[in-house]
């Protein structure tokens, strides 16, 4: 299991002047559904993995229904994924790719060897903002493997 180290100055970014198509609150975390991207802040020392997550996943599929997303995860706390599970990630074919927002060296770091793990385009950033932007250029398929 890799760990994603936390900011804990920095609370949610999600910008809710860009309101979210819906918003499900699990015992993982809160995850922002958009037009194309899927936004995920884990709760502080949750286990993610595919064995836990997959009643999320689901619903989370349903609710992206056939749109082309990029998945976005705000490490504002600290938790576990297991990078091995990104293979299930990649079979989801309206999944473009994965976006990881990190606030400090330790979670960029966690994040970049995370990417190793994952064959569809993955960027770690420090900001929000970027994350969006890259996200919207996969969409449009301006950024391919």
Known sequence: MMTAAPNKSTKSSIDFA??????????LGNIYIY???????GKENVNISIRNGMPILLKVVKAVGLRSVVYISNRINTYSVDPNDY????????????AVVAYNDYAANTA?????????PFKVFTSMNDAKKWANYVIEGLIIV
């Open 18 to 27: 860009d309101t979210p198509r819906k918003v499900l609150n699990t015992e």
């Open 35 to 41: 037009d194309q991207y899927v936004i995920m802040e």
């Open 87 to 98: 293979k299930y990630l990649e079979m989801i074919p309206n999944l473009k790719g994965i």
């Open 112 to 120: 970049m060897l995370e990417e190793k793990f994952f064959r569809k």
